[in-house]
């Protein structure tokens, strides 16, 4: 069953909590959450961490009222508890931080109003992220700089750029405005931007 007809026939039956229903839910979104989890935690508690999602929305259910989309209401239930479970395990500064002295940073504003680069890296106008994974040192030096980043703009990064998360989803998965998100975005890509230069200067991470 897809995203849209569990919205349209099966509203009533998640809000009941028809078991059924919930298990189609499931089965639509949990690679999905998963995915929304290892971007914020990491691999290792991923799968954990959208368990305890699902537990937390077959108990909401009954109170879902639509104001947002059941995709906003799901990717923000998840998000929240990926945000949860790394503060407790204090490998991160509160996620409200995110932002702070941002005023000014971006001065010269590179993205457009879809939150794409409006001037294109000179590295990226050839090859796209995809394409510059492929090679396998290379692959390499931006995975471990991906893994040494400041986790919320790890998250931003793989939602929007590899994953290819809207900016609306990304807002409420991490809980931070259009406009913080295009600064963690930025800041994520320049220090890549940065790692590939070097390694294609040096052949060296």
Known sequence: MTVNAIQETDLAGLRAQNHAAFANLVACYHSQFKTVARSIVGD??????AQEAWVSIFNALPGFEGRSSLKTWLYTIVGNHAKTRLRKESRMRPIEEVGKAASGYLSDEPFNQSGHWDNTPALWE?????????????????????????????????????????????????????????VLLHRARI???????????????
């Open 126 to 182: 050839m090859e796209s992220p995809d394409a510059l994974l492929e090679e396998k040192q290379l692959r390499h030096c931006i995975e471990h700089t991906l893994s040494i980043l400041p986790q919320v703009q790890r998250a931003a990064f793989t939602l929007r750029d590899i994953e290819q998360q809207s900016l609306e989803d990304i807002c409420n998965i991490l809980n931070v405005t259009n406009s913080n998100v295009r």
């Open 44 to 49: 290792s508690i991923a799968e954990e961490v």
């Open 191 to 205: 220090t890549l931007m940065e790692v590939i230069d070097h390694y294609q200067e040096t052949g060296e991470c």
